[in-house]
């Protein structure tokens, strides 16, 4: 199996993300690194807790990250509800969160990983504040990362927090800067990817249909998460954002890629988290990143309903 860290903000589609990842085999989830990000830290914290209960996977630790941004004030969520999880009640955890932090997880695990000649995938589906600390203060981890496959930023589409920037980039514009100025193989799923991936109502009924012990509850997150707004997305339901990571690892061939040079702004009040793309080296620097330009809409919500089918026996 693909050795994985989940690094993420949960958030309803981190929630769906982590739901995947854990009846996919194929991944071995070494860890659950909540940050500060869809909501504070306690209660990412809380929420990644929960969702590995609902999911039955209480042996994969959960630490927690980042309290705040590396420089800037903390933002949060628009579309995950007060709780992050929608209106939905999971129970209290009885899980509990491990004693290390997640940047020092990071840095142990992927140090470790380096000595052994090994790597390991890091997925960011919030603000990557915990990759960056973590690469201020041991860079030799950059040995133990085979890539980082990142939900954030916005290319040729427009930003969903402001004009120009996407939530996870503009959230901490300075640790996205860090990550892709570092020089490791990085994926970029951005919104000109997740935004061709709509989780419409009849899909909702579809995936709560085949879900087994979860429907009730994922029938709920996926509801919350319709944005109702036609005009913008051209139909109905919400953006399967950070799903989006878990799917391309598990089957790439639904994805097209581009390399190109990234750059993140900032400074600019206006264009404050604004991903560049270098499309046509202009800039005379060597791409950094696999942006994923297009993908198989279809393919990847029959790939969700294949896996989140396996709750049925789960
Ligand atoms: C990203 O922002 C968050 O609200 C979502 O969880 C996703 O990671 C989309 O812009
Ligand atoms: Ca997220």
């Not at 199996?1 to 949960?10: K, L, M, Q």
């Not at 319709?226 to 598990?250: C, K, M, Q, T």
């Amino acid at each position: 199996p693909i050795p994985i860290i989940v690094d993420c903000d949960p958030g309803i589609d981190d929630t769906i993300a982590l739901l995947t990842a854990f009846v996919s085999p194929e991944l071995d989830i070494l860890g659950v690194t909540p940050v500060c990000g869809n909501q504070p830290l306690e209660r990412t914290v809380r929420n990644a807790l929960q969702v590995c209960e609902l999911g039955r996977r209480t042996e994969i630790p959960v630490y927690a990250g980042c309290f705040r941004p590396m420089f800037r004030e903390p933002i949060y969520g628009q579309f995950h509800g007060q709780t992050g999880l929608g209106n939905t009640v999971l129970p209290d955890p009885v899980k509990a969160v491990e004693k290390k932090s997640a940047v020092d997880f990071l840095i142990d695990t992927l140090i470790a990983a380096a000595a052994l000649r090994k790597r390991i995938t890091i997925c960011c589906l919030g603000p990557m504040t915990n990759v960056a600390v973590a690469l201020r203060m041991s860079p030799q981890i950059a040995e133990g990362i085979e890539r980082i496959v990142m939900m954030g930023g916005a290319y040729r589409e427009p930003g969903n927090r402001t004009m120009t920037a996407e939530f996870n980039v503009l959230a901490d514009p300075h640790a996205a800067h860090v990550v892709f100025s570092n020089g490791i193989p990085i994926v970029a799923l951005a919104l000109d990817a997740t935004h061709q991936v709509m989780l419409k109502p009849e899909h909702v009924a579809q995936f709560s249909s085949v879900s087994g012990r979860i429907s009730e509850t994922l029938a709920e997150l996926m509801a919350f998460w319709d944005r109702n707004d036609v005009r913008r997305y051209g139909s109905r339901g919400g953006p399967l954002h950070d799903p989006l990571v878990i799917a391309y690892l598990l089957a790439p061939h639904l994805f097209k890629t581009e390399r190109a040079r990234v750059f993140v702004e900032y400074e600019s009040e206006l264009c404050m988290g604004q991903t560049v793309a270098d499309w046509y080296g202009k800039s005379g620097q060597e791409p950094n990143a696999d942006i994923v330009t297009r993908v198989d809409a279809e393919g990847v919500i029959a790939f969700f309903l294949e896996r989140l089918s396996r709750y049925a026996e789960k």
